[in-house]
């Protein structure tokens, strides 16, 4: 009998993949684009929960690129977001670029760029793309927690900077 039946919960869903691959005698219908789609949700749930536990934007951008990394080789990834002056880029870049304008609900949540060696292939650009939709709220919340600590540190009537 299969595990497949069990309830729809993150534990039985992590994992989900792996465990269909060691027995894949059992179940040969299944394609390598079923596969690919199980692993992409797998990784989609760890990525969502993963991003919950921090509001450090550099944080959020490495958990994603950890995450990322488990299904597109990506060398490396950039964000910058303009209004607070933050950028983030990991030490290594490759020489093919994709990147995105990153928005939520009409607001702009800067600009986010994932480099290799090797051209990117139209399955690898909508697996970054689906990986990415986890990312938008925890990386607004980041950016609000991270604006409140710049206006904490400064006082709005003179400029000068709080004690801390």
Do not use: W
Not at 103 to 123: N, P, W, Y
Not at 125 to 143: A, K
């Amino acid at each position: 009998m299969h595990d497949l039946a069990n309830p729809l919960n993150s534990s039985n869903v992590l994992n989900l993949a792996s465990r269909i691959a060691q027995n894949s005698n059992s179940y040969p219908d299944l394609t390598a684009d079923h596969y690919l789609q199980l692993r992409q949700q797998e990784l989609f749930m760890e990525l969502t929960q993963k991003l919950q536990i921090s509001l450090e934007i550099d944080k959020i951008i490495t958990m994603l690129l950890e995450q990322l990394r488990k299904l597109v080789p990506v060398d490396g990834i950039t964000y910058q977001y303009g209004p607070l002056n933050f950028e983030f880029s990991s030490p290594v870049q490759g020489r093919h670029k994709t990147s995105y304008q990153l928005d939520l609900e009409k607001e702009d949540l800067g600009l986010i760029s994932f480099s290799r060696r090797t051209r990117f292939k139209d399955v690898e650009l909508t697996c970054i793309e689906n990986l990415m939709s986890c990312l938008l709220y925890p990386l607004r919340n980041g950016l609000k927690y991270h604006s409140a600590l710049i206006a904490a540190s400064t006082d709005p009537l003179t400029g000068a900077g709080n004690r801390t």
